[in-house]
């Protein structure tokens, strides 16, 4: 089904299990921050409707989206974290600066999940303009917020069974 129609973010097909037992770290941009309050706002209240406990969300604010590698470095080597959502929001301009920052977070946080064994989630937009930003951060689209929360426990949880 086209985008055009479809909430990106209904988990009704899919079983997501108990956020009670792990810790989690929230790392969210301030660029763009109508649209990653709303991501934030998203990942959190998901974040307690699966039973995380509030005392075992811990957040913390970067500048911009480039900036969520480093932060998310930073929590995971001072915390025992289960899992880190990394929040942020960047917008197709006129010049190739999307595409060096797009790839460098990606790439970033990726090299972050692995120096720690860790579940390090990508909760970047990565839009064409504004509009699509607004649609997938509570909008007709769902919450990427939303999707991130639940994509950071169902990792925790597959964390925590491999360890045994």
């Known amino acids: 089904m086209s985008t055009k129609l479809k909430n990106l973010s209904d988990f009704s097909a899919t079983?997501?299990?108990s956020a009670a037992p792990y810790r989690?770290?929230?790392v969210v941009a301030e660029w763009n921050s109508g649209i990653?309050?709303?991501l934030y706002q998203g990942?959190?209240?998901?974040l307690i409707k699966y039973g995380a406990r509030i005392d075992n969300i811990y957040t913390h604010a970067v500048p911009g989206s480039?900036?969520?590698t480093a932060g998310a470095d930073l929590l995971l080597k001072n915390s025992k974290l289960d899992a880190?959502?990394?929040?942020?929001?960047v917008i197709q301009?006129?010049?190739r600066h999307f595409d060096f920052i797009c790839n460098a977070v990606a790439n970033g946080l990726s090299n972050v999940a692995i120096k720690y064994s860790k579940?390090?989630?990508f909760g970047v937009l990565t839009t064409n303009d504004q509009q699509q930003a607004i649609e997938r951060s509570g909008g007709k689209h769902g919450n990427k917020g939303d999707e991130a929360a639940v994509t950071a426990i169902k990792m925790a949880y597959l964390a925590a069974t491999l360890r045994g």
């Open 15 to 17: 079983e997501v299990p």
């Open 24 to 26: 989690f770290g929230i």
């Open 36 to 38: 990653t309050n709303a």
């Open 43 to 46: 990942a959190y209240e998901t």
């Open 66 to 68: 480039f900036e969520l």
């Open 84 to 89: 880190i959502i990394c929040l942020g929001c």
């Open 93 to 95: 301009g006129e010049t």
């Open 119 to 121: 579940p390090v989630i």
